[in-house]
């Protein structure tokens, strides 16, 4: 292995989405990651998104560089060996409902007890505490409690959700984050291991900004403005004359007289309201109409280029067919490929970052069920004809 994490050990103990893709961060630079699912069930990720020749293709990224086990940890025999292995470990991620690893005797205080350097990374919709912590929680909850349903859509629509995962997305690059600091309190200050709640919903409330900043001070609230900004202006997607769309911004002054200047309407830039963002989103309608007028009568080749030339911000409305084809996503090797057991090479998002000295990578995609059963039991001194006999038993898999 390679990556600054080479050496750490993590124990994936998590389902659907956060604390799969948390493990999956760690296991890109390096940490050693053990899966833990159901010895007949496995993670429910496997049954989510689309198949080939009956192979989930979600799974092969989201598992990827991890070891998997299957292993039933409600049977006591079950918790026996996921104590052993957290003898071993340095993190561990779980979403259990509150209170179901303490029943069976593999809560914080009974793993501390045997590794006090153990980092515990708890993700569940709502915490370990409060009215809602023993509440089935998901993503799209956080998604409408936030907030973000409420600001996302068309005026006059409804609230919008994602479609996909965007909380448990923002909520598995957080509980990484949250990992890494324990892991640097332990290992760099000489601290304790610690027990980490993060719920799915804190994240993307932290994401969406100063809502609570601005109900708060000016019993303000934000409302839905389709593609638009309360903030700054123009600030669209717009069509082009071949059907294809782009997409501007404009958050800097100087981007937005770029803008108007381009387009062939610079006397607005000396008007007072222009100062501002928020000035030029109070008169969205009128530069939108002159940005989309121009737009209209160009390909979106021609748009991009003139923007570049001018120096102004754009970005074609892309989907995955053109993604994966953009001279910059190419040249960040932002979408690599890995050689995978089932499909020989497959094409999925790199590693999240680059770093010039410790560099993460993709060791292998995601593997089948219990794939790894009987070489992680068998380093843990479990002999071959106790782990048939466990396996019989359906402790695990």
Known sequence: MSGPLHGVRVLDVSTVLAGPLACQILGDYGADVIKIEHPTKGDSMRGHGHVKDGVPLWWKMVSRNKRTVGLYIGDPDGAEIFRALVREADVMVENFRPGTLERWGVGYE??????????????????????????????????????????????????????????????????????????YHRDARGGAGQQIDLSILEPIVTALGPQVLMWDQLKLLQTRTGNRSENNAPRNVYKTKDGRWVAISTSANTI?????????????????????????????????????????????????????????????????????EDPQVRALEMITTVDDEDFGPLKMQNVLFRMSETPGEIRHTGRALGADTDEVLGALGIDGARIAELRERGVVG
């Open 256 to 324: 937005a007289e770029r803008v108007m200047r381009l387009v062939e309407h610079p006397e607005v830039i000396d008007e007072p309201w222009f100062a501002t963002g928020k000035g030029r989103a109070e008169h969205g309608d009128l530069l939108d109409t002159y940005v989309a007028d121009w737009i209209a009568e160009r390909t979106r080749d021609d748009v991009m280029e003139a923007f570049e030339a001018a120096e102004a911000a754009i970005a074609p409305v892309y989907d995955a067919s053109e993604l994966v």
């Open 110 to 183: 009974d793993l501390r007890a045997i590794n006090p350097g153990v980092i515990m990374v708890r993700i569940t919709g709502f915490g370990q505490s409060g009215p809602y912590a023993s509440r089935p929680g998901f993503g799209t909850l956080a998604e409408s409690m936030s907030g973000f349903a409420a600001i996302t859509g068309d005026p006059d629509g409804p609230p919008t959700l994602p479609p996909f995962g965007l909380a448990d997305s923002i909520c598995g690059m957080a509980a990484a984050s949250a990992a890494l600091m324990a892991l």
